[in-house]
């Protein structure tokens, strides 16, 4: 079983929809909670970063993480075509050395419009 | 603000040759820095990672090496390539001092090996 799972699509939804995106993890040491967007033939590019369970809004993106459930979750509000693009979920531990970001495998997003 | 850059963007190999790609960081100091490849439709394969200066731990056995000669600058380095090492290498650091590890990335370097 990996330590991060991630549906990988495609997802494909029609502009002005509301999207939802979700990892699962199997490390209960995760504490730090990560979402990247990577355009194609791009970097990543970090989106939103929450700290424990809670949800975190920024802009049309809300991030939820649900600690007990190991579940995370990306919202996109009245989705774009600028949102097509693969959306990565990474998460840590408590720092300790420099290799403890886990990455989920991403999931493909493209909004048609 | 910080600013990472890598070179090439785009590079064309023959099997067997050599390979150098870059990584420099501006605007932080004693970053952690690392070296990931990203093969088509998949997810992102922690290479090598670095805390410090001559510092370097490998994630995976391979024909790759890495050095950091300067604080901010990483090198993906192989002394032949083989057609297995074609795909997207990207370079990332983090603040030393952060308790999360967050990470970030550069453009990234398009390689293929023929």
């Known amino acids: 079983q990996k330590e991060v799972e991630q549906d990988p699509g495609p997802l494909s939804v029609p502009e002005g929809a509301i999207v939802s995106l979700n990892c699962t993890y199997s490390n209960s040491a995760f504490q730090y909670f990560m979402w990247y967007r990577q355009y194609s033939r791009k970097g990543p590019e970090l989106l939103m970063y929450?700290?424990?369970?809670g949800n975190k809004e920024d802009g049309r993106f809300t991030a939820q993480v649900d600690k007990s459930s190991k579940y995370i979750s990306l919202f996109i509000r009245d989705s774009q075509p600028s949102d097509s693009a693969t959306y990565l979920c990474a998460m840590s531990g408590i720092s300790g050395s420099a290799r403890q970001l886990t990455f989920g495998s991403g999931t493909q997003l493209t909004v048609l419009p | 603000s910080q600013t990472i850059h890598q070179w090439p963007a785009t590079l064309v190999q023959p099997v067997g040759s050599p390979l150098s790609l870059e990584c420099t960081v501006e605007?932080?100091?004693?970053?952690?820095l690392y070296w990931y490849r990203q093969a088509a439709g998949r997810g992102l394969q922690l290479l090598f990672y670095?805390?410090?200066?001559?510092?370097i731990s490998s994630e995976v056995p391979q024909n790759l090496s890495a050095s950091r000669p300067q604080d901010r600058q990483f090198i993906l380095s192989s002394k032949k390539l083989l057609l297995s090492d074609s795909g997207f290498y990207l370079c990332?650091?983090?603040?030393?001092?952060?308790?999360?590890?967050?990470?970030?990335f550069g453009p990234g370097t398009r390689l293929t090996v023929l």
């Open positions: 990332a650091w983090s603040d030393r001092g952060s308790p999360s590890d967050t990470q970030y």
């Open positions: 929450t700290y424990s369970s």
């Open positions: 670095s805390v410090g200066i001559g510092q």
């Open positions: 605007g932080t100091s004693n970053p952690n």
